[in-house]
């Protein structure tokens, strides 16, 4: 996930989105990330300003990550439901394959720790804007019923962050048949009649 990185700084970020997934924010420090990390201090604050800027560098890389994952294949030439299941698979996979940084981008993403430059870049460079522009074309189409898109894709996100939360916590097991159940179902809540799966 923070591949692009030097060895020291990807340190950081790994140990830090780790402590995070196990102690709150005050409780994890800058030497506690220091002594975890193997990275002094000095290297540390070469690197960040502090500890906001850790999180904003965590925040912004995890979306980096996540849009390239779940986007891979995306402008392929697949009919519009293999690529709305494709694309919805992804973004569980993603989160199934990384939970800390599920659980990060759960907690933080509306904290005022995050900077409002890193927000606006969540917001304008995700997968989410991409996955609208499909929304737009299947309206177009009359396949899915004329509606806001991106808000389409907000909602459908909250159905698929509660089965992966069920999933993470032990509570569900997320199966592919209940991964394609959701997948379905989420088409299903607007499409038109034309496209309505049985």
């Known amino acids: 996930m923070f591949e692009k990185y030097k060895k020291s700084k990807k340190a950081v970020l790994e140990t830090t989105l780790r402590l995070l997934s196990q102690h709150d924010l005050q ?5 506690l990330i220091s002594s975890e990390s193997g990275v002094s201090m000095g290297s540390i604050y070469n690197s960040f300003s502090g500890k906001e800027e850790i999180i904003n560098e965590l925040y912004t890389s995890i979306v980096e990550y996540q849009t390239e994952y779940v986007l891979q294949g ?3 030439s697949a009919d519009l439901f293999e690529r709305f299941q494709r694309t919805w698979q992804r973004v569980v996979q993603s989160s199934v394959d990384n939970p800390e940084a599920f659980q990060f981008m759960e907690q933080y993403s509306l904290s005022s720790y ?3 430059d890193s927000k606006k870049f969540a917001y304008e460079k995700n ?3 991409p996955l609208a522009v ?3 074309d299947a309206m177009e189409q009359q396949i899915f019923k004329q509606s806001d898109a991106r808000l389409m894709v907000q909602m459908h996100w909250g159905t698929f962050v509660f089965l992966v939360k069920g999933h993470l916590q032990g509570n569900l097991k997320l199966t592919s048949e209940v991964l394609d159940m959701a997948v379905s179902s989420s088409w299903n809540s607007v499409s038109t009649v034309k496209a309505f799966l049985p």
């Open 134 to 136: 499909m929304y737009a």
């Open 114 to 116: 995050i900077y409002d």
């Open 27 to 31: 409780a994890t420090s800058m030497s």
């Open 74 to 76: 995306f402008n392929d």
């Open 127 to 129: 997968w989410c804007g």
